[in-house]
């Protein structure tokens, strides 16, 4: 969805000056007022749908702890904190200080607590079996094939046993033109084969999968099982 050239990337939120830790596939910077802006043309209003369509498989409960890896401006992280309540907790993480600054300030302005973090998917700096849920969100097409596999394995960590893992991403280019080409426009996406073989490959197991019926995004929704 995000294109490095200059015109794509002001568009989309994208900004050359900006700073961003390397995430394996190059770098990616962002003006996350844009960012928030571009979502909710190229969604079309859809916005709330899809997010609330994505906690409606991972099933956030009150008093878990949550996870969103690749949070962007904070938008699902901060709607997650409802779902878990007073007595849960969420964590957002993300490579751009940028969106994690916006995060942080849209966290304060609507008075909703979630602790924003700037850090590589990567290499998570949370503790071995820290969290109920980890959802990562249309991040994976930016990451190269080595940086995916690290992510899964790093995710596998710090979910608890009996825990979930969400993952949604684009399943293909936009088949759009012009105008609609343009606010659509992707360089990345990830076959749903792929990040089935990616889970699996860091020992999940998959109990859902399938297109979200928004755009072409599609999931995967895995657990640890509670033996491995
Ligand atoms: C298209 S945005 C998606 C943001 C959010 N998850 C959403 O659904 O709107 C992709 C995000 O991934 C972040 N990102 C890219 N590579 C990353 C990495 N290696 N580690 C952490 N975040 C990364 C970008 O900074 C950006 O905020």
Same mark, same amino acid.
């Given at each position: 969805?995000?294109?490095?050239? *200059?015109?794509?990337?002001? $568009?989309?939120? +994208?900004?050359? /000056?900006?700073?961003?830790?390397?995430?394996?596939?190059?770098?990616? *910077?962002?003006? *996350?007022? %844009?960012?928030?802006?571009?979502?909710? !043309?190229?969604?079309?209003?859809?916005?709330?749908?899809?997010?609330?369509?994505?906690?409606? %498989?991972?099933? *956030?409960?009150?008093?878990?702890?949550? %996870?969103?890896?690749?949070?962007?401006?904070?938008? %699902?992280?901060?709607?997650?904190?409802?779902?878990? #309540?007073? $007595? #849960?907790?969420?964590?957002?993480?993300?490579?751009?200080?940028? +969106?994690?600054?916006?995060?942080?300030?849209?966290?304060?302005?609507?008075?909703?607590?979630?602790?924003?973090?700037?850090?590589?998917?990567?290499?998570?700096?949370?503790?071995?079996?820290?969290?109920?849920?980890? !959802?990562?969100?249309?991040?994976?097409?930016?990451?190269?094939?080595?940086?995916?596999?690290?992510?899964?394995?790093?995710?596998?960590?710090?979910?608890?046993?009996?825990?979930?893992? !969400?993952?949604?991403?684009?399943?293909?280019?936009? =088949?759009?033109? /012009? !105008?609609?080409?343009?606010?659509?426009?992707? =360089? /990345? $996406?990830?076959?749903?084969?792929?990040?089935?073989?990616?889970?699996?490959? $860091?020992?999940?197991?998959?109990?859902?999968?399938?297109?979200?019926?928004?755009?072409?995004?599609?999931?995967?929704?895995?657990?640890?099982?509670?033996?491995?």
């Amino acid at each position: 969805m995000l294109k490095a050239t *200059p015109s794509a990337a002001s $568009a989309h939120g +994208m900004h050359h /000056g900006d700073t961003v830790a390397g995430n394996g596939a190059g770098v990616r *910077p962002y003006r *996350p007022r %844009l960012y928030d802006l571009f979502v909710e !043309l190229a969604l079309i209003g859809r916005e709330p749908a899809f997010r609330r369509r994505l906690l409606d %498989l991972a099933e *956030p409960r009150s008093g878990e702890a949550v %996870l969103d890896v690749g949070c962007g401006t904070g938008s %699902l992280a901060l709607m997650a904190k409802e779902a878990v #309540g007073s $007595a #849960g907790t969420v964590c957002g993480v993300d490579a751009s200080e940028q +969106m994690i600054s916006w995060a942080r300030q849209k966290a304060r302005r609507i008075g909703v607590e979630a602790d924003f973090q700037p850090a590589q998917t990567q290499v998570l700096p949370y503790s071995d079996a820290r969290f109920d849920v980890v !959802l990562s969100t249309l991040t994976l097409h930016h990451l190269s094939k080595k940086a995916r596999a690290q992510f899964a394995a790093e995710a596998r960590r710090v979910v608890k046993p009996g825990g979930r893992i !969400l993952v949604a991403d684009f399943a293909e280019e936009s =088949p759009r033109k /012009g !105008l609609r080409r343009h606010l659509h426009h992707r =360089p /990345g $996406a990830v076959a749903l084969h792929e990040i089935l073989a990616l889970l699996e490959g $860091a020992g999940l197991s998959v109990v859902a999968s399938g297109p979200l019926g928004i755009q072409t995004v599609h999931f995967a929704l895995a657990v640890v099982r509670s033996s491995s």
